[in-house]
Nanobody
Framework: QVQLVESGGGLVQAGGSLRLSCAASGRTFSSYGMGWFRQAPGKEREFVAT????????YYADSVKGRFTISRDNAKKTVYLQMNSLKPEDTAVYYC?????????????????WGQGTQVTVSS
């Protein structure tokens, strides 16, 4: 069992930066692949970024590539999402998720555990 708690969301102006954190419980965090997803009002949840168990493999949605960076610290049982050059269209609830497959996975159906989400609002 893994419990995930996101933090770091908030209100920021366009062009600004935020760093989201996702703290995990459980002893097997280092064996999970991790992902970030987001859901904007009136839209379906979408993939943002994913990282494999070791941190050596990452993938990003085209919409955030070059602006967002996913990373993890297995000793701290935490995964991060550094978000730079934020745009109003990045406004959404951001969710952290864990997959027991250990690999970097873009498809949300592969994820077993989800956090409660953290709101990110980017003003123009």
């Amino acid at each position: 069992q893994v419990q995930l708690v996101e933090s770091g969301g908030g209100l920021v102006q366009a062009g600004g930066s935020l760093r989201l954190s996702c703290a995990a419980s459980g002893r097997t965090f280092s064996s999970y692949g991790m992902g970030w997803f987001r859901q904007a009002p009136g839209k379906e949840r979408e993939f943002v970024a994913t990282i494999n168990w070791s941190g050596e493999s990452t993938y990003y949605a085209d919409s955030v590539k070059g602006r967002f960076t996913i990373s993890r610290d297995n000793a701290k049982k935490t995964v991060y999402l550094q978000m730079n050059s934020l745009k109003p269209e990045d406004t959404a609830v951001y969710y952290c998720a864990a997959t027991s497959r250990a690999q970097a996975m873009e498809e949300e159906t592969f994820y077993d555990y989800w956090g409660q989400g953290t709101q990110v609002t980017v003003s123009s």
